[in-house]
């Protein structure tokens, strides 16, 4: 088999980055109205007094771990397949662990890797082509783009309770158009942020407990259904134990799991461990 393989991450025309802009401009508006608006709205004395200022330290924070680790997410490489790369003779090729090729790529491709048709080239433990940083999600960039998600499901919640304790517990002059129309398009924005953020982070951390990908989960689904038709109780095969599972992902070490660029403990992104 050949070992052509064609380079490149996502697109790189102005159609792809308007999504990337799109969020970029959501968090900034969501900075803005929530500290310099309903915060200092909210708050006796304004932002600078001192509740005002822990409140948006603590939100300047949340915003700028929120803006970097997406930075990482679509910068990072989400994981190529090394160019040397072929399946291991002296392994045998175990149930679903088994390397495939790719007829696209015309090259052999790992495990729990896939082709991306954004992309063109095959994405190590591939989870999903994300519009939203136009980019792969896959084994070197799942971590930031976790972080990312918590991170955004946190502020987005954040702003959303500071919006409403400023709408109820103070005055406004709703009789001014421009006024209501901000409060309303606000409220609107930071609710859909809050709950669509926390949906996606209660699934991957679903997906991060069962050690499992987006990609991977279709297949579970089906082959769970199959095994139960038939009697059997079945286990996705890489879900090696709540804890091995997180760390896989997160490392070893606790005190790195939200830092997105604490990536040191990845491997090659070629072999994983399955359950017995
Ligand atoms: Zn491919
Ligand atoms: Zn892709």
Redesign the pocket.
Known sequence: MGRKRRKGGGGNGVLQSLPVLAVVAAMGFDFYATVFVFLDHWIAGGVQSDRGLFHAGVFTWITFMCFFSFFVAAVSDPGSVPANYGPDAENPQKEGTKSRS?E??D?Y?PPRSH?CRVCK??VLKMDHHCLWINNCVGYSNYKPFLIFVLYAAIGSLYSTVIFFCDLFQTNHDFTMRSTALFYVLSGCLLIFLSLTMSTLLGWHIYLLTKNMTTIEFRGFLRDKWLAEKSGEKYRHRFDIGLRNNITQVLGPNILKWLCPTSLGHLKDGTQFPVSS
């Open positions: 790719c696209k790529c090259a491709k082709h080239r095959c």
